[in-house]
């Protein structure tokens, strides 16, 4: 166990539920030497009062961060003035975080873009002048003329952050006729979807537990009260599952995390570790026969025997050498795990997965819920619908709803012959002309389906957007016209430098069209800025996992009017398709995205105004999702099916082709899993068939076909003076996006580096000294593997904090921003960058005045930009970046 005290964790985190209820959070910060002894000035917007006989709450979505809550804005004289949960949202159920109401303050930012911008300067050099959108659309959709003209639609490429649009960007793309819909996601998640996908089939990629009927959760590395998709749900239902079922809650971090801070038992592990322990409880497990064995023999696709010869050296001692976590411990939680079955369920995240044996240590432990057959159980892990309502696995009886038709075709893959696929290197074309047809007809370049990374498309396309710069400036792909759309790679992606360098090249990125609602460090770089509206006012349709087990969708709609000339995105583009035309603009042929989205949902049983006076839609009746694999196949289906005798699918013909449907367990038709077997796959052959598509040496462990744990490249050997080094999220903050929200900065504005007392002592070091943290390159088979140079360093305060491993420091990113205007960066003087596109009505005077942690004020300031120094490190086959791998040296300064 940790050797931090209950109060010592107490100083460290608020009780997670309280941060919830309240909206803010405690957490220790530094603080200034002295505050302001001015008094702070009302601010026009943000601290006006409720008169609620006047004020009208009005339903939408919170996009404070991914989990999406539903929400109530309420709205007096034309403005937002509070945020409020919806209580009719299953998930939330009524509550809501510090982010929600942060919103507001986004939406009345003073720096706020609100006119479009071109630059008159050198690219980056910050001077723009204010244009109108007439102006800017025409420039655009001239460039966008002359790419399809020359026949070459993917030199267009639209890269995002965080889409909740449920299809817009795609859309625009396909009717161009390009693939190069760009994200975020290896940077953020796709190990622990890849963990799940690879067992139960696409659909299935996220974590929903029966949290608030289970008895026992064993947490690998997840942090659901501070920051976790999902988190404000989970969090909820699993400390109503401790306080009204006694529920028993064990977490095994690197640090003292929100989550680790209320745990039954808290296990401070080394860093990637964490999968020897899930490998060892298996082992017990099948040792002691402890398995759901009807359940395994029903379902998975490997015999037990296999599975128990497989699992015999992974014993909890070698667990105990290779994490800390002593082997009598590993061994009891095992048998208590079982025994709790099927109220009980592993939980996953950031710890475990961003490492480079991340994808398999995500399978282990959810090897552990297959063993004891809690899958799709009351009080076990969850499997439930979360995309659009399209009437696919999972979505029996749901109104149909999505994206409104016509919808457009999806590009053409880049076979060997195309224009595409021949401007590519030699050894990429040599790779991909090697590939099985039905691989081939997957691939639409380095950019979209990284070769080397197969995984990465082999259930969802996942992309690797940390290598899209790398891979432009090294010849694996080539763009014309580049939109960032809220999206900020010069500041938050792994050498972040890399990507700035990129957007400065007008040989690599010719032109830049960035969609935001400040001048962030990305959109700094442009060479045309267009003003987006916030989420508080514009259009979306919302779907989500349900911790309910009950599918739900939402709407979020505008709560205020779009201030000055601010356009959401699908308007945008619906205008950019018309101008180009040539076919576009039927695919947006809508007046106005209300329009759009109403058409959409039509087919939902209750009308237009009513979901928009209630903002969430579920059926009530409908029973949970529990056990949908065991739901028959019905009869009306089954009409005119074929039954493959060998593997028991039962497929249709859909358009020429068989579509499965279900498969013939003991004589009974059954939906079974989504996976191409409808199985559990616990063998999964595209690991090791991956390997070989990518050139991968067979004797990395990557390619394994069994879950299995093994030691990152880069820890087998710490020289003396070195620490593994990792980050993390605050529960205020959502990656970048949030770093000008005022009423989240003022809780969370600096991240000086954790470490525990003992191993700063060792170093010589004090509290609250200044240090320089310098990375090494890693190890393995991964981006520029084993090179001397280290990759960047930082400077920043040390912060001792008891309960960290010893051998680990750990500092979050979010801060020491240098764009997104002053509460951002926290410069008073500084002349505000974008000031064209600003709206002089904005200007609040509580702004400069009381950013009391600004340096100018005798504060701590606004935190060290710290991803520079983080190497681009893709998972092997699935591309994930591997965050928490990172080898790093100390220097006092």
């Known amino acids: 166990m940790s050797d931090v005290s209950r109060r010592d964790f107490l100083k460290l985190t608020a009780a997670a539920s309280a941060a919830a209820a309240a909206g803010e959070l405690t957490l220790a910060q530094d603080k200034p030497a002295e505050q302001p002894s001015a008094p702070a000035k009302k601010s026009k917007h943000k601290h006006r009062k409720i008169d609620y006989r006047k004020a009208t709450a009005i339903p939408t979505i919170c996009f404070g961060c991914t989990t999406q809550c539903g929400v109530l804005g309420w709205v007096q004289d034309g403005e937002v003035r509070r945020i409020t949960g919806n209580p009719l949202d299953p998930n939330n159920r009524g509550h809501i975080c510090a982010k929600a109401n942060g919103m507001i303050h986004g939406a009345y930012y003073p720096e706020r873009l609100l006119f479009p911008l071109r630059r008159v300067g050198k690219r980056g050099e910050g001077k723009w002048k204010r244009i109108t959108w007439e102006e800017a659309y025409d420039e655009i959709a001239a460039r966008m003329k002359k790419i399809r003209d020359a026949k070459r639609p993917d030199l267009l490429a639209v890269h995002v952050g965080r889409d909740k649009t449920q299809g817009v960007i795609q859309r625009f793309l396909h009717a161009f006729g390009s693939p190069h819909a760009l994200n975020r996601r ?23 537990g029966d949290y608030g009927s289970t008895r026992l959760i064993l947490n690998f590395g997840a942090n659901p009260m501070e920051a976790h998709q999902g988190g404000m749900g989970a969090l909820q239902r699993i400390q109503q599952a401790r306080v009204d079922g006694g529920a028993k809650l064990v977490t095994f971090e690197v640090r003292p995390s929100a989550t680790a801070s209320v745990s039954d038992e808290f296990y401070c592990v080394k860093a990637g570790t964490d999968g020897a322990i899930c490998m060892a409880m298996a082992h017990v497990i099948v040792r002691d026969k402890l398995y759901d064995e009807k359940f395994w023999t029903r379902w998975c696709n490997l015999s037990l025997a296999e599975l128990a010869e497989h699992l015999k050296p992974f014993t909890p001692e070698f667990a105990q050498r290779e994490s800390g ?175 700035r360098e990129v957007l400065l090249d007008e040989k690599l990125i010719p032109f830049h069209v960035a969609i935001d609602v400040v001048v962030s460090e990305t959109s700094a770089l442009a060479d045309i800025i267009l003003p987006e509206t916030t989420s508080l006012e514009r259009w979306d349709f919302q779907v989500t996992n349900s911790y309910e087990l009950v599918p739900f969708t939402g709407i979020r709609q505008p709560v205020i009017k779009p201030l000055g000339e601010s356009r959401s995105v699908l308007t945008i583009f619906r205008d950019l398709a018309r101008r180009v035309g040539g076919g576009m603009e039927k ?102 068939q991956g390997a070989r598509l990518a050139g991968l040496p067979a004797e990395d462990p990557c390619s394994a076909p069994l879950p299995t744990y093994f030691r990152i490249p880069s820890h087998v050997q710490l020289e003396k003076n070195e620490l593994h080094l990792v980050t993390f999220k605050w529960n205020v903050h959502t990656q970048s996006r949030s770093n000008y929200f005022k009423y989240q900065v003022e809780i969370v504005h600096t991240n000086p580096v954790w470490m525990h007392p003992d191993t700063g002592r060792r170093l010589g070091l004090k509290d609250g000294d200044w240090i320089e943290v310098s990375v090494k390159r890693p190890k393995g088979n991964t981006y520029r593997a084993g090179e001397s140079a280290a990759v960047g360093s930082f400077k920043n305060k040390v912060k001792f904090v008891k309960g960290m491993h010893p051998d680990v420091i750990a500092c979050s990113h979010h801060v020491g921003h240098w764009e997104q205007g002053v509460v951002a960066h926290g410069k008073l003087a500084r002349e505000p960058n974008g000031k064209a596109g600003h709206d002089p009505a904005l200007q609040d005077r509580d702004i400069p005045d009381n950013l009391w942690w600004a340096r100018a004020k005798g504060g701590p300031g606004n935190g060290a930009a710290i991803n520079e120094a983080f190497p681009i490190d893709p998972t092997p086959l699935t591309g994930t970046q591997n965050w928490y791998d990172c080898v790093a040296t100390i220097r006092k300064i």
């Open 186 to 208: 290896a940077i953020c998640s796709s190990n622990p979807r890849v963990s799940n996908m690879s067992y139960f089939g696409e659909p299935v990629d996220w974590d929903t």
């Open 325 to 499: 976590v002593p082997a009598a411990d590993i061994e009891r939680l095992a048998k208590e795990f079982a025994k709790a079955a099927p109220r009980c369920l592993t939980l996953i995240n950031r710890g475990l997965t961003k490492h480079y044996n991340g994808a398999h240590s995500g399978r282990a432990a959810r090897l552990l819920d297959i063993l004891v057959g809690n899958i799709g159980r009351p009080g076990g892990f969850g499997i439930t619908s979360r995309s659009n309502w399209k009437g696919e696995w999972g979505q029996d009886g749901l109104p149909r709803f999505g994206m409104p038709d016509p919808n457009p075709p999806a590009p053409q893959p880049w076979l060997p012959g195309t224009p595409m696929f021949e401007e590519l290197p030699e050894p990429v074309k040599a790779r991909v002309k090697a590939w099985p047809e039905n691989w081939q007809k997957r691939y639409f370049g380095e950019l979209y389906t990284p070769s080397e990374y197969p995984l990465s498309f082999a259930w969802q396309v996942m992309r690797v957007g940390q290598l899209i710069y790398p891979y432009l400036k090294e010849g694996r792909g080539r763009l014309e016209l580049y939109f960032s759309y809220v999206f900020n790679s010069g500041y938050n992606y792994p050498e972040s430098q890399v990507a």
């Open 587 to 688: 695919y947006f042929d809508f007046e106005d995205d209300e329009q759009f989205y109403k058409t959409a949902m039509k087919n939902l049983p209750i009308s237009w105004e009513e979901l928009k006076r209630r903002g969430i839609y579920y059926d009530a009746s409908r029973p949970k999702d529990y056990e949908l694999h065991e739901r028959p196949v019905p009869a009306k289906e089954l009409e005119g099916a074929q039954i493959d005798e060998k593997t028991g699918l039962i497929s249709v013909d859909d358009k020429g082709k068989p579509k499965v449907i279900g498969i013939m367990i003991d004589k009974k038709a059954v939906r079974g899993f989504p996976s191409k077997s409808r199985k559990i796959e616990v063998r999964q052959d595209l690991f090791a």
